[in-house]
């Protein structure tokens, strides 16, 4: 496992070299690529003067986001699919091999069977485009139960439902994305953790949950610092992750306004101490 940045999961904008920066000041070892900046630097740049920069300064890529929407109209995905093949290039060309994204826990339109019946048509897709540029694929499960509230159909939304359906798609290189907030949400354990393979596991973020809030009031968008109250088991979390053996990126994800408050280096700052503490007593 190594710690990575995602300025965006913080609520920050920044380009490539100011990620790299700002990823050196806070101590962590990767960052994320953005597709859209990707595609233009590449106009300009070769994949291996960036794999340099990034080497000179000790550092390794992440993963990034799929730009293409699961859910919604046909004529969307399909002009969205479109643009996969070569971006899943680029990426390969740069080494940077996962991509994740997560789906929305419910509908209002679909029933279940129908709404997961679309969606592992569609991933089959994806999976199967990032096959050929040996690209793999995480999904996340969104887990707060108010994030359901008054919809008509539910969808998935924990770590079994996300491994039943990867199952269904049956594709070697799709895996899930697990975030502590949403494995605390889901009512996860450590067991369920201890039960996957670390290559089931593609990406990570982690967070903290506001204290005196029952877990099914909990709020998707108010978070706070990994470690910070100790309401999720931040600990035993990595612990587990380490124990089956995940290689890849940990990043933060609090989505905690209090940092926007903050100059971009004082919010890195902040949230690397934070990673650096658990880190410590995780004994990473």
Not at 53 to 82: C, H, K, T, V, Y
Not at 228 to 253: H, S
């Amino acid at each position: 496992m190594f710690k990575n940045l995602n300025l965006g999961a913080l609520g920050f904008e920044a380009s490539f070299h100011e990620s790299v920066e700002l990823a050196c000041l806070g101590g962590f070892e990767g960052i994320d690529l953005d597709v859209q900046e990707m595609m233009e630097l590449l106009k300009w740049k070769s994949s291996e003067e960036l794999n340099n920069l990034l080497e000179e300064n000790g550092l390794r890529w992440g993963g990034w986001a799929l730009p293409i929407r699961l859910s919604g109209d046909e004529e969307n995905f399909q002009r969205e699919l479109e643009n996969l093949p070569k971006i899943a290039e680029k990426a390969q060309e740069l080494e940077c091999l996962r991509a994740y994204t997560w789906i929305i826990p419910f509908s209002d339109e679909l029933t279940f069977e129908k709404n997961f019946a679309l969606h592992a048509k569609r991933v089959k897709i994806i999976a199967s485009i990032l096959d050929e540029y040996d690209c793999i694929l995480g999904l996340e499960f969104i887990a707060p139960k108010t994030s359901r509230i008054g919809h008509k159909y539910e969808f998935i939304h924990d770590m079994d439902g996300m491994l039943r359906f990867c199952e269904a798609v049956g594709a070697d290189n799709v895996g899930i994305l697990l975030d502590s907030w949403h494995w605390y949400t889901s009512h996860g354990t450590i067991d369920q953790i201890l039960r996957l393979k670390g290559t089931d596991v593609v990406y990570v973020h982690i967070n903290d949950a506001p204290s005196g809030i029952p877990i099914d009031e909990q709020i998707d968008n108010v978070r706070c610092l990994p470690g910070e109250t100790g309401v999720i088991d931040i600990i035993g979390f990595l612990k587990a992750l380490r124990k089956i053996g995940y290689e890849g990126p940990v990043t933060p994800e609090p989505f905690d306004k209090r940092l926007k408050k903050m100059s971009i280096r004082d919010a890195v700052l902040k949230v690397s101490e934070a990673i650096s503490k658990l880190w410590h007593l995780a004994e990473l």
